[in-house]
């Protein structure tokens, strides 16, 4: 049975899903949360199905070991290959949200007959599952993806704000797959930490829908329904752990995180 003072788990396979970490810490000061981020095996994009499903289930073990009422799988990829073995495998010992149903609910509210841009990893974008769950959804959106598989590392590695990442995002941007879009989708977790270039390069004439912000409003949504949500007035902890400690991880979660990151090393074999 799930209790309300139970820990948020969140997991990654580096730094993106801090910007989904940070949302719910804005979201939901009072709630504990437990990030995992698998930098020994990142980026997820560019792995095969059954190799990301092996690392989340491996995840998902150290999550429930830390009480975890909820597991938030904060990354597009290993929610488009794991979702659905996860809350199987996770059943009724914690709640189970992706990165991706949330976004997908805004775009069928706010975006019917539109163009919509979308950008992740190869194995987000060849998967087609926004395309699938608009379709199952009955909508007449139009959306143009393009993988973008040099975004994820550059970032892991710390090029955010610099003329290589410029250069980067320009060269993509630029795809003729993507002309003519009201709005473009950051189908990685890792993106809204160059949502600002993005923003510029399409002059603010486009809407960058980042989804950090949505999946919080829908995990404090699930909260309340699951009548799970920590009621204490006190500020919840944060606790990192990393399968492998990088100084970009580091460096980031401190970033994001004003106050004494606790960060520590996890064995993750395979």
Known sequence: MMISHQPIGIFDSGVGGLTVAHAVRTC??????????????LPYGDKSVPTIQSYAIKICDFLLKKHCKVILIACNSASTAAYDLI??????????????DPV?????AHYTHANI?????????SSRV?????????????????????????IEEGYCHNKITQSVIEEYLHDPVLENIQALVLACTHYPLIKDQISQFYKNKVEVIDGSVLVANRLMQLLLEKNI??????????????????????????????DKIQLEHCLFEG
Do not use: C, W
């Open 117 to 125: 841009g979308l950008i992740g990893t190869r194995q987000t974008v």
């Open 87 to 100: 809350k199987d495998y996770v059943g009724e010992q914690a709640q189970v949200l992706d990165v991706i």
């Open 229 to 258: 949500k920590n009621e204490q007035k006190k500020q919840g902890e944060v606790h990192f752990y990393v399968s492998d400690y990088t100084d970009s991880f580091s460096q980031s979660a401190k970033l994001f995180f004003q």
């Open 104 to 108: 997908v609910t805004v775009l069928a």
């Open 130 to 154: 926004y395309e699938n769950k608009l379709y199952a959804l009955n909508q007449t959106i139009h959306l143009k993806s393009l993988a973008t598989p040099l975004l994820a590392p550059m």
């Open 28 to 41: 939901l000061p009072h709630e504990d949360i437990v990030y995992f981020g698998d930098t020994l095996h």
